[in-house]
């Protein structure tokens, strides 16, 4: 089996990356972190409101499948917080359509917009997100806006400045320069976050930037855009409903931290939230400053407790050893564990560490697909067609360890059943590894998978 080579991360942003790396490899060294017992679950499980139980009670009689249940106290077991109810969800598929989405939901807005980014790009797009945030705030919109100061570093500060001087409340997160910084000088973690909240009602999440490479959608007929780099395939969701106030804290919590610029009275950004549908919704955020990630607790218990089906789509895959043996251990159990991994990548060494883990996982059982005609970059996941997420959280150390994420895991058949649609269709755009075949691979792609693997716990 061949290495694809058919992406090139283009040049500003390839230059920009390898300065960082040198960087966050110096952070790394200065403060290494262990990911050991962190899917212990939490001593006890919160009691969940009459709201949830209700909502909880028509899905199992709906579906006539108490899998919705278990699954349920499951996660409000690990995160030790209940399952929120009445909310409603929608699944954004790449660029295009998430992108006219957000930006309709920003022209909307009544009284505020606050969004992070961890890439924002000052090309169409970018200038887009511009002209619609300006507009908002001339008409008296208040507009709070942060930015990863690595993932968006390649982005003139003179955009940032325009924004500012419209009057935007611009942000910028652990920034590279330490003569900047507001906080300790900690650049190897970053805010990989991609949260937007529109009036406290409605909230975006999941793994799509502000940038021109989700300008082409993936399910065409495998179009390139016209600068010739392969389309992007990512997922995002919007939420509505009492869930939403968990994106806004989340947004809020940092700024804050970050000793970004005043918010004021920061009540005004959590009014009491009406019902929006009928979906039990947990979001999922956290960084580094806690000593273990609710998410990966959260991944781990869902594939521990699966019973039928794992469908996992991630753009960076470089599972530690305890999500490994999760998955190891699932498929071995006899459920249907799948991977739908990339085939080409903005950035090597990742693809290449992920590699590095599949004839383990094909010998267990595991089943593994890399997506082609697309640059893959979505994080979600399907467990027994009940269990959802979709965020910013890639299964792998940075994210687990280093980054601000954020996810939404959505407790619902209907939900899960569009998303495992949305899998198949993926799959049938893949390639499916075969064990035999990559037993017989070659010496310089062993080579490759073994270097990248010993910076695993940077990637």
Known sequence: MTISSEYVLPGKRLRGRCWVLAALLLGGCLAPVRMDAVAVPRATTPAATAQATRAVAALVRRSGDTLIERHVAHAAKVLGTPIVAGNAARLLVDGPQTHEQM???IAAARDHVNMVSYIIDDGETGERLAETLIGRRRAGVVVNLMYDSVGSMATPAGWFDRLREAGVSVCEFNPVNPSR????WRVNNRDHRKILVVDSATGFTGGINVSDVYSAGSFGSARSRDSGEVPWRDTHVMISGPAVADLQ???VDRWIQQGCPSLGDTARYFPELKDAGRLPVRVVTGGPEHDTSDHYRALISAFEHAEQRIYI??????????????LVGAARRGVDVRLLLPSVSDFWAPLEAGRSHYAALLAAGVRIHERTGALLHAKTAVVDGVWSTIGSTNLDFRSFLHNEEANVIVLDDHFAAELERLFGRD???????????????GFVPRLRQWFARQFEYLL
């Open 249 to 251: 804290r989340s947004f």
């Open 427 to 441: 799959l049938e755009r893949s390639r499916e590894i075969d064990a035999r075949e990559w037993s017989r691979r």
């Open 313 to 326: 789509t991630c753009g960076y895959f470089v599972p530690d050893p305890g999500m490994r043996d999760a």
């Open 181 to 184: 910084t507001r906080r300790t």
């Open 103 to 105: 930006f309709a939901s």
